[in-house]
T-cell receptor, first 113, second 112 residues
Framework: EAGVAQSPRYKIIEKRQSVAFWCNPI?????LYWYQQILGQGPKLLIQ????????DSQLPKDRFSAERLKGVDSTLKIQPAKLEDSAVYLC???????????FGQGTRLTVV | KNEVEQSPQNLTAQEGEFITINCSYS?????LHWLQQHPGGGIVSLFM???GKKKHGRLIATINIQEKHSSLHITASHPRDSAVYIC??????????????FGQGTTLQVKP
């Protein structure tokens, strides 16, 4: 079974630039999560989708971050404009249901300089 | 205070040693996950448990729901076990239902 796919693996941008990350969850998984993990900390939930609807985006900095999952499958997370403090690993995870095991992608390591 | 606390934050062991990582939580949960994260890599789920004990190879995970505490044990540790181990709970209370709440992680280094 293919896992959660994320791209790119690494990205370096200058502050004030924009960046987008892509996630392809495990086939059939209705729930998709985006997490931000700053070095030395545990992951922090940014947004949770159930199919193409948003379940929780309470910790998403909506002035600069946006995410969509238009067809209920793939998802993109965008940052515009990026700040230095956005440097982190962005993890995508999916689960068949919000109360079942979540599977994580390899993450995208973003460095903002 | 974090809702999920892990200890220790950092751990260095010699190859072959028995290792224990602890996780305490303060919220109602429906399940607890132990996750492994290698440097530069993604996260791999080791265990999901809601009661008792699970074993997979050299790894053992236990949970005590009454005490809101879980432990991850590694027997006969090996340098390839070096990674960050993260405890995450799936909340079941008001405002937390279905949400994964993560601990800070424990960085383990096993020396040959």
């Amino acid at each position: 079974e293919a896992g959660v796919a994320q791209s790119p693996r690494y990205k370096i941008i200058e502050k004030r630039q924009s960046v987008a990350f892509w996630c392809n969850p495990i086939s059939g998984h209705a729930t998709l999560y985006w997490y931000q993990q700053i070095l030395g900390q545990g992951p922090k939930l940014l947004i949770q989708f159930q199919n193409n609807g948003v379940v929780d985006d309470s910790q998403l900095p909506k002035d600069r971050f946006s995410a969509e999952r238009l067809k209920g499958v793939d998802s993109t997370l965008k940052i515009q404009p990026a700040k230095l403090e956005d440097s982190a690993v962005y993890l995508c995870a999916s689960s068949g249901h919000e109360n079942t095991e979540a599977f994580f992608g390899q993450g995208t390591r973003l460095t903002v300089v | 205070k974090n809702e999920v606390e892990q200890s220790p934050q950092n751990l260095t062991a010699q190859e072959g040693e028995f290792i224990t990582i602890n996780c305490s939580y303060s919220v109602g949960i429906s399940a607890l996950h132990w996750l492994q994260q290698h440097p530069g890599g993604g996260i791999v789920s080791l265990f999901m448990l809601s009661s008792g004990k699970k074993k997979h190879g050299r790894l053992i995970a236990t949970i005590n729901i009454q005490e809101k505490h879980s432990s991850l044990h590694i027997t006969a540790s090996h340098p390839r076990d070096s990674a960050v181990y993260i405890c995450a709970v799936r909340g079941s209370g008001s405002g937390n239902t279905g949400k994964l709440i993560f601990g800070q992680g424990t960085t383990l280094q096993v020396k040959p």
